[in-house]
């Protein structure tokens, strides 16, 4: 029996976005929101540097890896190796619109396949005890009803899964890229909110432009949790807020505190080879909205991958906030 997780409040899987280092970041302002991986596929992990690919700092728990793949041999062997490497959860990638995505026939495209996604849920599933969880759209295409959406649900929770997220956009397979995919098709939460009333045994995560406290407790009177994405990349203080208004555990950390023992991490980090630039992009936003919060982001993007800066050009960058 695979244990329960928590997933009240996650931050979105976000490629080239949340790599470990910006999960570190996420960990040290919220103790309990669940973390994502970006999606890996699965021929990468079982193929690859796998160390490289999956490889994560143990401080980050709770944390989902995102698979994308549809071959379901491919996928339980990779459960299985994130079983070992500890990980919480597993989530398999039924959104993803991308042309390359589509080719090796995973992603978005899966939502016409309902039948083959639940057979991945079920075999994942068997291979290992942790929960496998599937993030998908509200539909692709012209498959774009409730009704579309329902049935797809009703045919993968054939696997016994138990929870589902669900970006509250359909995606249109061609035309449009993956970024205008996040923007242009209209959210439809009320997609969402039905699914969870004509599904009640399931989990129902709803995904998909939720900026604030406010607008994530206004979802969670219809569904069981919330997954934030950009709005976490552009304010990660956010999830300070949500973290003191939504969990029981409540943080007293500064954005000072959290800036102090993210530079001891970016030390360690660079002792170990990781160049200084890679560690600026998740924390560009930490300052969002005070006074100097331009100067700050500008002098990081642009003294960071100098060859002669050092980590105290974070001390410099904090000199222009003023707070
Ligand atoms: C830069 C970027 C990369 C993304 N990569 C992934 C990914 O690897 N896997 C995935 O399921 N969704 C990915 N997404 C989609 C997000 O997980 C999320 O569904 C989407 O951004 C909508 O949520 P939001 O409005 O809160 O950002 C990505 C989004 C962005 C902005």
């Known amino acids: ?81 994130a079983e070992t490497y500890g990980y919480d959860a597993v989530n398999l990638n039924v959104g993803c619109p991308s042309d390359r995505v589509q080719k090796g026939r995973f992603g978005a495209c899966l939502m016409k396949e309902p039948e083959l996604v639940a057979d991945c849920v079920r075999q994942m599933q068997q291979s290992v005890n942790i929960p496998i ?62 699914a969870k009333e004509f599904f009640p045994d399931i989990e129902i995560v709803i995904n998909g432009g939720i900026n604030s406290v406010e607008e994530a407790k206004q979802h969670l009177m219809h569904v069981d949790g919330v997954m934030l994405g950009r709005a976490i990349w552009n304010s990660p203080w956010l999830l300070f807020n949500l973290q003191n208004e939504l969990f029981e555990t409540k943080v007293s950390c500064t954005r000072d505190q959290v800036l102090e023992k993210y530079i001891e991490y970016c030390q360690s980090q660079i002792e170990k080879g990781v160049k200084l630039h890679w560690l600026i992009p998740p924390i560009l936003g930490l300052f969002h909205g005070l006074p100097g919060n331009n100067k700050w982001k500008s002098h990081l993007v642009i003294n960071a991958p100098k060859r002669t800066s050092d980590i105290s050009v974070f001390a410099e960058a904090r000199g222009f906030i003023n707070i």
């Open 133 to 194: 969880t599937v993030k998908c759209r509200i539909g692709v295409d012209d498959k774009d009803k409730f009704e579309d959406l329902a049935e797809f649900i009703d045919k993968v929770s054939a696997s016994g899964i138990k929870t589902i997220i669900i970006h509250a956009r359909k995606a249109w397979l061609k035309g449009l890229s993956p970024k205008q995919n996040r923007s242009v098709p209209p959210l439809k939460y009320d997609y969402v909110y039905k």
């Open 1 to 81: 029996m695979a244990k329960s997780l928590n997933n009240l409040v996650s931050v979105a899987p976000m490629l080239d976005w949340t790599d470990k280092h910006c999960r570190y970041l996420h960990r040290l302002i919220s103790p309990d929101t669940l973390l994502y991986t970006e999606m890996v596929t699965a021929p990468a992990i079982l193929r690859g540097d796998t160390d490289k690919y999956i490889g994560y700092n143990q401080q980050e728990h709770p944390v989902v890896l995102q698979l994308g793949g549809s071959d379901v041999d491919e996928l339980s062997r990779c459960c299985e190796v």
